[in-house]
């Protein structure tokens, strides 16, 4: 039996866990002024006239607002100086200046009103009638569309130049609270692997994974949870009606929380029982490609060398080439941090130079369609001397969690 799987109950397993939050703070003020700053010397570089962010995780980065996106403009304008304005319904101004970490001016619209001129009569107010304006990547359509007809005589670009590029780098105290989320996130798969037992759905597993992340110190339990087993482990997202847990299944687990606001995501895939030799030749090739391509995360390279790694790798040991099944049919990596998926992304296709601060996940999942998969899922980030994992990744087959 693999060492660490089943054995418990799941009281006895959520007894192993204890809050692991004390002493972890939330981002504060001055930081984001900083990442206001950032942007607003970024823009003047780049001679912007404004940045629009709308609600969502772009407006809480720059502004510490939290605010949902809905059918209704709610947002910031950025000027290269000076507070943050912001557009909102009149009905929800006072519950938005509640949320506002950043204080600015509001400017309200009705409910019969359009919203969109109220940025370019803000502008004009300002002496600025003509320019180039950066709009929110996650902006909906019908906002940007709303805006540039509003706007007609302003041009409108992709505002990841600046958000992405500003996001993409973490300050120390977002790499702490992820490191920490992470090892939250780790505790409760190791939790979860002791009370699993032939039978067991894929819904009692959910059931204990968001009791555990909530024993842990995540309020919200668990971010996201994807359990399964066997068969169903060759599809990398999961399968409308999963089997319950079967002795020699493949077992794939990959959850995460939020620790204020950031995001952990782990994969750990292990055996339910004795491995038996196919398991294990695939289970040894996704480790490797693991490690090459944590090895291959030099800085200066493009992002694309990562992932070209581990794909030479899985090539090496007779999977792929390229995308195709037996092999790696997705992405090696990806960003992270107040969104699960950020810039930049673990692909062939990525030319971003891999800088200080950049974190991404490291999962060159093996699928072998129709019998199993693969995945081990650690993150790492970029320190001034080259890459740093989080968390420990998985020791062994026979022994996961060391």
Not at 18 to 25: A, L, P, Q, V
Not at 181 to 186: D, G, N, V
Not at 220 to 231: D, E, H
Not at 345 to 366: Q, V
Request: charged fraction near 25%.
């Amino acid at each position: 039996m693999t060492i660490g799987v089943g054995g418990k109950t799941p009281e006895q397993a959520l007894a192993t866990l204890s809050d692991m939050t004390e002493g972890f703070k939330p981002i504060g003020l001055e930081e984001f002024k900083s990442r206001i700053a950032k942007a607003q010397k970024m823009m003047a570089e780049k001679n912007w006239a404004a940045l629009y962010l709308h609600a969502g995780s772009s407006l809480y980065y720059f502004t510490g607002t939290r605010w949902p996106d809905s059918e209704r403009m709610v947002g910031a304008i950025l000027l290269p100086e000076g507070d943050p304005v912001y557009i909102s319904p009149a009905f929800e101004v006072g519950t938005l200046n509640q949320f506002m970490t950043v204080k600015g001016d509001v400017l309200p619209w009705e409910e019969h009103e359009s919203p969109y001129p109220l940025m370019f009569g803000h502008l004009a107010k300002m002496g600025i009638k003509n320019g180039t304006i950066g709009i929110d990547e996650a902006t909906p359509f019908f906002v940007s569309d709303g805006l540039a007809k509003a706007g007609a005589e302003f041009n409108f670009t992709n505002g990841s130049e600046i958000t992405a590029a500003c996001r993409m780098i973490k300050s120390e105290q977002e790499l702490n609270l992820m490191r920490r989320a992470k090892q939250m996130t780790l505790e409760v798969h190791k939790a979860a692997a002791s009370m699993l037992r032939e039978g067991i759905t894929t819904a009692e597993v959910n059931d204990f994974l968001h009791a555990a992340h909530q024993k842990v110190g995540a309020p919200k339990g668990s971010f996201f949870k994807i359990v399964l087993f066997g068969p169903d482990s060759s599809f990398p997202h999961g399968v409308k009606n999963p089997k319950p847990l079967e002795k020699g299944d493949m077992v794939l687990i990959d959850t995460g929380c939020q620790l204020h606001d950031y995001l952990s995501d782990i994969t750990r895939s292990y055996v339910f029982g004795e491995p038996n030799d196919r398991q294990r030749e695939v289970w040894e090739a996704e480790k490797a490609a693991q490690i090459k391509a944590f090895e291959a995360a030099r800085l200066g390279e493009p992002c694309a060398a990562v992932d070209i790694a581990a794909r030479d790798e899985l090539e090496k040991r007779g999977f792929g080439p390229g995308y195709k099944t037996p092999g790696l049919p997705h992405r090696t990596g990806h960003g992270i941090g107040l969104d699960i998926h950020e810039w930049p992304y673990l692909h062939m296709g990525d030319k971003t130079p891999l800088a200080p601060g950049m974190c991404f996940s490291n999962e060159p999942m093996i699928v072998l369609e129709g019998e199993f998969g693969v995945r081990l899922e650690d993150h790492f980030y970029m320190d001034e001397d080259g890459p740093v994992w989080f968390t420990e990744p998985s020791h062994s087959l026979d022994n996961p969690f060391g």
